[in-house]
């Protein structure tokens, strides 16, 4: 009987991750800026610039099954202790999301929206650094399940020591 159970279980489970389907509703470019504030007085040169590239992501419940995620991108080189150029790409996505559960949508939401944005983020900042007069060699695949699982672990430890002070007050 407990076999029957379980096994009934696993199938419903199944059932859900076949039956769960996100689609892309719409992607654009929602802000896009590139600065070169420094150009006159850089060094040709002065070797390899420091390149940094910083990430974020806003999202917004549109409807009970669609969301907008919003990947922000912003990469500055640095020559010495001046600017070269900072570029900075929001990319947006509408996704409607069928089927998926309350536990899973997180995940969705922080870790496959991204990987379908940043493709087309890549490619503006590409585009802008290069109609600035720079070369930067090509951004690199980015874990997005790996950021989020230490955001998670980064939760995780914040909420245990929180418990912990709390429990030491008393």
């Keep these: 009987m407990a076999e029957e159970n379980q096994g009934a279980a696993g199938a419903t489970q199944e059932n859900q991750r076949q039956?769960?389907?996100m689609a892309v509703q719409h992607v654009y470019l929602r802000d896009a800026s590139f600065e070169a504030p420094?150009?006159?007085?850089?060094?040709?040169s002065s070797g390899q610039p420091d390149i940094n590239l910083n990430l974020s992501q806003r999202t917004n419940q549109i409807?009970?099954?669609?969301?907008?995620?919003?990947?922000?991108?912003?990469?500055?080189?640095?020559?010495?202790?001046?600017?070269?150029?900072?570029?900075?790409?929001?990319?947006?996505?509408?996704?409607?999301?069928?089927?998926f559960s309350e536990e899973q949508m997180p995940y969705v939401i922080n870790v496959v929206c991204p990987n379908v944005l940043f493709p087309y983020t890549r490619t503006?900042?590409?585009?802008l650094v290069q109609a600035g007069g720079f070369f930067m060699p090509p951004l690199q695949p980015i874990n997005f399940e790996a950021i989020y699982r230490q955001r998670l672990e980064r939760a995780r430890e914040e909420g245990e020591q929180g418990e912990g002070q709390s429990e030491s007050d008393s």
């Design 63 to 99: 409807a009970d099954n669609r969301w907008e995620v919003v990947l922000s991108v912003t990469v500055t080189s640095k020559q010495g202790d001046k600017t070269a150029f900072l570029c900075e790409v929001h990319y947006g996505g509408i996704f409607q999301f069928n089927g």
């Design 19 to 21: 039956d769960a389907q």
């Design 38 to 44: 420094n150009v006159l007085e850089l060094e040709q």
């Design 124 to 127: 503006q900042i590409a585009s």
